[in-house]
C-alpha cells in the first residue's frame, strides 16, 4: 500500500466551525475512514498539528480527540516540510496575517470564508499564493448539501425547463442573551463590525458561490441591511452594542436574466421546512430545498389557486409537492471538500474553489453594502 502521509496544519481550529466541521466532521473522519482512497493499493493520509494561542486550549482539544501533535508555535510548524498544507479557521481579521506567513512557507492554503472583508485584500491575498506558484483554496460547503445537489441533479436533468427566479430564506432566532435559560448560540464577534461581524460579509459570500455554480453569474446587486437588535449579550455576561449588520434583504440579477432575491436574518422565527430553504421556480418545475431535503412540483401537478379571503384556503398546498429521494450517501459537505483539496495537492487534481472564488465572495459583500449605503443598484464587475 502506497501512503501519502500529508501534515496539515489546522489553525484557531478550536473555535465553532474548526473544532465540529474542519476537524471532527472531516480530517479525523478521513482518518477513521482510513484515509482518501486513490486506488486498491494507494491512499491520502492527513497527520493533522493543532495550532494557537492558547496551549492549554489546543492541548486539551488534541487529547480528547487522540491528536498526537498540537503547538502554540505556529513558526515552528510552518517550518518543518512534513506540513505541506496551512488550514484557517481562525477569526476573518486574523486571516491575512497567517496567510501572508504560510505562503513565505511555501505551504498550500485552505481556509475558511469571508477569505476578508475587503475585496482588494481578498485579491491580494490571492494573488500572493498564485505568484508564489501555490495551491489554494477557500471553504463553499454549501455547494456540497444534500440539498443543493438535488437542485443541481434536478437541472442536470432538465426538470425546471427555463429557470426564472431563486428565492433563499436564511435565517432564525439568534438569542440577545439577556434572559439566563436563554444564551446566545452564536459567537458575539459575529454582532461586531469591527471584529470581522455581520451579516453580509457572513452570508452575501455563500450565496456569491452558490448562485455562481448553481444559476449563473452575478451581474447587479440591489441590497438593504439593518441591524434590528441594538443589544447584546457576549460570551463574558456582558452587554455590547451591536455594531454589525444582523439581517439583510438583497436581490442579485444575473447575466442570464434569473433573478435571485435572498433573506438573510438572525432575528426571525422559523416557520418554513429548514433554516436555509431556497425555491427556484421554472417555467416546467419548482423546487424547493432545504439543507438535506429537496421537494418538487411538476407543471402538471401544479394546482389552480383562485383569490378568495372569504373562505378559508380549499387548497392544502403542502400535499402538493413530491420529496426527491436520496440519490447517493451524502457525506459531510466539508469533508468531500476537504477530500477534493487533499487530492488536488497530492494528486494534481484540479479544485476550482480557489481564494480567488473566496475573492468573488467577499467582493458581493462589500458591493451589496455600497448598494445599501448610496441606496441603487451596483454592478458586479468580473474579478
Ligand atoms: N463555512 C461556514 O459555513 C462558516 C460558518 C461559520 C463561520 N465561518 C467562518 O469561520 C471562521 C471562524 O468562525 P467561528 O464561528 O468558528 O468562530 P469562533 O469564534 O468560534 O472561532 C474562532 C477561533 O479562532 C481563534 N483565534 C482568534 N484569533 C486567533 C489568533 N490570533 N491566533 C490563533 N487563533 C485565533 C479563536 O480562539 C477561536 O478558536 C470565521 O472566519 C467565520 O467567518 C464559516
Given at each position: 500500500?502506497?501512503?501519502?502521509?500529508?501534515?496539515?496544519?489546522?489553525?484557531?481550529?478550536?473555535?465553532?466551525?474548526?473544532?465540529?466541521?474542519?476537524?471532527?466532521?472531516?480530517?479525523?473522519?478521513?482518518?477513521?475512514?482510513?484515509?482518501?482512497?486513490?486506488?486498491?493499493?494507494?491512499?491520502?493520509?492527513?497527520?493533522?498539528?493543532?495550532?494557537?494561542?492558547?496551549?492549554?486550549?489546543?492541548?486539551a482539544l488534541a487529547e480528547k480527540h487522540g491528536v498526537a501533535?498540537?503547538?502554540?508555535?505556529?513558526?515552528?510548524?510552518?517550518a518543518d516540510p512534513a506540513n505541506q498544507i496551512f488550514f484557517d479557521s481562525s477569526g476573518t481579521l486574523q486571516r491575512a496575517g497567517f496567510i501572508e506567513k504560510a505562503v513565505k512557507a511555501k505551504k498550500a492554503i485552505y481556509c475558511e470564508k469571508p477569505t476578508a472583508?475587503?475585496?482588494?485584500?481578498?485579491?491580494?491575498?490571492?494573488?500572493?499564493?498564485?505568484?508564489?506558484?501555490?495551491?489554494?483554496g477557500v471553504v463553499q460547503d454549501k455547494l456540497w448539501l444534500p440539498g443543493m445537489r438535488k437542485i443541481q441533479m434536478l437541472k442536470e436533468q432538465g426538470f425546471f425547463g427555463e429557470i426564472m427566479s431563486v428565492r433563499g430564506e436564511f435565517g432564525y432566532w439568534v438569542f440577545?442573551?439577556?434572559?439566563?435559560?436563554?444564551?446566545?448560540?452564536?459567537?458575539?464577534?459575529?454582532?461586531?463590525?469591527?471584529d470581522g461581524g455581520g451579516m453580509v460579509v457572513d452570508m452575501h459570500c455563500h450565496w456569491r458561490y452558490v448562485i455562481d455554480n448553481l444559476f449563473g453569474n452575478v451581474k447587479s446587486v440591489s441590497s438593504y441591511q439593518a441591524?434590528?437588535?441594538?443589544?447584546?449579550?457576549?460570551?463574558?455576561?456582558?452587554?455590547?452594542?451591536?455594531?454589525?449588520d444582523d439581517s439583510a434583504y438583497a436581490t442579485f440579477l444575473l447575466e442570464?436574466?434569473?433573478v435571485c432575491h435572498f433573506n438573510s436574518s438572525w432575528n426571525v422565527r422559523v416557520r418554513r421546512d429548514d433554516l436555509f430553504t431556497m425555491q427556484v421556480d421554472g417555467t416546467k418545475g419548482t423546487a424547493v430545498c432545504g439543507l438535506r431535503k429537496c421537494w418538487v412540483q411538476h407543471a402538471s401537478a401544479t394546482p389552480r389557486p383562485t383569490w378568495n379571503p372569504d373562505?378559508?384556503?380549499?387548497?392544502?398546498?403542502?400535499?402538493?409537492?413530491?420529496?426527491?429521494?436520496?440519490?447517493?450517501?451524502?457525506?459531510n459537505a466539508?469533508?468531500?471538500?476537504?477530500?477534493?483539496?487533499?487530492?488536488?495537492?497530492?494528486?494534481?487534481?484540479?479544485?476550482?474553489?480557489?481564494?480567488?472564488?473566496?475573492?468573488?465572495?467577499?467582493?458581493?459583500?462589500?458591493?451589496?453594502?455600497?448598494?445599501h449605503k448610496e441606496r441603487k443598484w451596483v454592478d458586479v464587475p468580473a474579478l
Open positions: 500500500m502506497k501512503i501519502h502521509k500529508i501534515g496539515i496544519i489546522m489553525n484557531g481550529v478550536t473555535g465553532r466551525m474548526g473544532t465540529n466541521q474542519h476537524l471532527i466532521r472531516s480530517i479525523l473522519a478521513i482518518m477513521k475512514q482510513g484515509g482518501v482512497k486513490v486506488s486498491d493499493d494507494e491512499i491520502i493520509m492527513p497527520d493533522p498539528i493543532l495550532t494557537g494561542r492558547n496551549l492549554d486550549k489546543v492541548k501533535r498540537y503547538s502554540d508555535d505556529l513558526d515552528k510548524a510552518l472583508v475587503e475585496t482588494k485584500e481578498a485579491m491580494r491575498l490571492y494573488k500572493l499564493c498564485a505568484d508564489a506558484g501555490l495551491k489554494n440577545e442573551g439577556f434572559v439566563g435559560d436563554q444564551q446566545a448560540q452564536r459567537p458575539s464577534w459575529n454582532y461586531r463590525a469591527e441591524t434590528h437588535i441594538p443589544q447584546r449579550v457576549d460570551e463574558k455576561g456582558k452587554t455590547y452594542p451591536c455594531t454589525a442570464n436574466g434569473i373562505i378559508d384556503q380549499p387548497i392544502d398546498f403542502y400535499a402538493g409537492w413530491t420529496e426527491v429521494p436520496d440519490a447517493t450517501n451524502y457525506d466539508f469533508k468531500i471538500q476537504w477530500e477534493m483539496f487533499l487530492r488536488h495537492v497530492v494528486l494534481n487534481e484540479p479544485f476550482r474553489w480557489s481564494l480567488k472564488e473566496g475573492a468573488k465572495g467577499v467582493q458581493l459583500a462589500e458591493l451589496s453594502a455600497v448598494s
